[in-house]
């Protein structure tokens, strides 16, 4: 059984940093695309950024280029996400997923594209 765990949100001020971890049990982490979305009160849930089960190739929504930064460490398991410069518009509750499907990340950018889910992990950020 797969399972996803989210960690490292919290409330952080304006232009702060932060980095979220999501831990992997239960299959082949390596051989899995890997994901980060979020979810802000009120919206439907969106794809930040896609990292593919080498590592070698990665997607980044628009909102976050340049700020953020996901990364993978497939002998421990574990997917980052780096946020750096957090904006007002980051506040979320932040998502990673996983799937088998080993097409492009700039292919695996919408919701159902990933079969495997953590239960979130809250970012606020204080202006």
């Known amino acids: 059984q797969v399972q996803l765990e989210e960690s490292g949100g919290g409330l952080v001020q304006a232009g702060d940093s932060l980095k979220l971890s999501c831990t992997a049990s239960?299959?082949?982490?390596?051989?899995?695309?890997k994901a980060w979305f979020r979810q802000a009160p009120g919206k439907e849930r969106e794809v930040v950024a896609v990292i593919s089960y080498t590592g070698s190739s990665t997607y980044y929504a628009d909102a976050v280029k340049g700020r953020f930064t996901i990364s993978r460490n497939n002998d421990q398991n574990i997917l980052y996400l780096q946020r750096n410069k957090l904006t007002p518009e980051d506040p979320a509750v932040y998502y990673c997923?996983?799937?088998?499907?080993?097409?492009?990340?700039?292919?695996?950018?919408?919701?159902?594209?990933?079969?495997?889910w953590g239960p979130g992990s809250q970012v606020t950020v204080s202006s």
């Open positions: 997923a996983a799937d088998t499907n080993r097409l492009p990340p700039t292919l695996l950018t919408t919701v159902p594209s990933f079969e495997s």
């Open positions: 239960g299959y082949a982490f390596k051989s899995n695309t």
